[in-house]
């Protein structure tokens, strides 16, 4: 037997020392299963989307106890390592995810999974407790109101003169992201940051305008501008 067939033995032979023993493949999946239900958990309680999906969340206690057990098989064999490689690499996943919380969520999962397959469970469990930490104090930071969107439809050419006069008295700034203007009428967008419990008063005082048509108010879920 040549020197090289002989490295190729002793490394197999080494790889595959590792075998797969019931107790701890059941204490692995055991403890997977526990931090997996915790992240259930979390999720539940910071998703603030309007349609929970359970189907998602559940999918999370799959990923890492499948992920776990994927870890142990490759420990047990550097033939079956290769082969999940192989077969893992063919796998295209096409679900689209929206909420970037989400993807934190997959991957604290998978981390989870491939941690404790690896039998680093108090790696797995202050990671889990660091991640808590850092999500839930992140998570209930108060933020900074957002601007709101004011849409006014106007039958005053010079409109636009008297409701800045109005607005100054209401907000803290404005923008005007539209402008559109034809014949007698005049259409308004604009981004504005109202002073504390104004809201009311300036929709009141802005009704009573004899030349504005219609206006509306619309909160603003994204970043502003100013």
Same mark, same amino acid.
């Given at each position: 037997?040549? /020197?090289?067939?002989?490295?190729?033995?002793? &490394?197999?032979?080494?790889?595959?020392?590792?075998? +797969?023993?019931?107790?701890?493949?059941? $204490?692995?999946?055991?403890?997977?299963?526990?931090?997996?239900?915790?992240? /259930?958990?979390?999720? =539940?309680?910071?998703?603030?989307?309007?349609?929970?999906? =359970?189907?998602?969340?559940?999918? +999370?206690?799959?990923?890492?106890?499948?992920?776990?057990?994927?870890? !142990?098989?490759? @420990?047990?064999?550097?033939?079956?390592? $290769?082969?999940?490689?192989?077969?893992?690499?063919?796998?295209?996943?096409?679900?689209?995810?929206?909420?970037?919380?989400?993807?934190?969520? +997959?991957?604290?999962?998978?981390?989870?999974?491939?941690?404790?397959?690896?039998? !680093? /469970?108090?790696?797995? !469990?202050?990671?889990?407790?660091?991640?808590?930490?850092?999500?839930?104090?992140?998570?209930?930071?108060?933020?900074?109101?957002?601007?709101?969107?004011?849409?006014?439809?106007?039958?005053?050419?010079?409109?636009?003169?008297? $409701?800045?006069?109005? +607005?100054?008295?209401?907000? =803290?700034?404005? =923008? *005007?992201?539209?402008?559109?203007?034809?014949?007698?009428?005049?259409?308004?967008?604009?981004?504005?940051?109202?002073?504390? @419990?104004?809201?009311?008063?300036? $929709?009141?005082?802005?009704?009573?305008?004899?030349?504005?048509?219609?206006?509306? !108010? *619309?909160? @603003?879920?994204?970043?502003?501008? &100013?």
């Amino acid at each position: 037997m040549s /020197f090289k067939d002989a490295i190729k033995n002793s &490394f197999i032979e080494n790889f595959s020392n590792g075998r +797969l023993n019931s107790s701890s493949t059941l $204490l692995v999946l055991a403890v997977t299963l526990l931090i997996g239900f915790y992240i /259930f958990c979390i999720y =539940k309680v910071i998703c603030r989307e309007t349609f929970y999906s =359970k189907d998602f969340n559940i999918s +999370l206690v799959a990923v890492a106890i499948i992920t776990a057990a994927i870890i !142990l098989t490759i @420990q047990s064999s550097i033939v079956i390592s $290769l082969g999940m490689v192989g077969a893992l690499s063919i796998v295209r996943f096409r679900t689209a995810i929206k909420n970037p919380m989400d993807l934190v969520f +997959l991957f604290w999962s998978i981390s989870v999974g491939i941690i404790c397959g690896a039998g !680093l /469970f108090v790696i797995a !469990l202050i990671t889990t407790a660091v991640l808590t930490i850092c999500i839930c104090g992140l998570n209930y930071i108060p933020l900074h109101e957002n601007n709101k969107l004011l849409i006014i439809n106007a039958c005053f050419p010079y409109a636009e003169e008297r $409701l800045i006069n109005v +607005l100054n008295s209401y907000v =803290k700034r404005y =923008k *005007i992201k539209s402008r559109n203007i034809s014949n007698a009428k005049v259409d308004l967008i604009l981004e504005i940051k109202l002073f504390p @419990q104004k809201e009311l008063y300036l $929709l009141n005082e802005l009704n009573e305008l004899d030349f504005i048509t219609s206006l509306s !108010l *619309i909160s @603003q879920e994204g970043e502003s501008t &100013f």
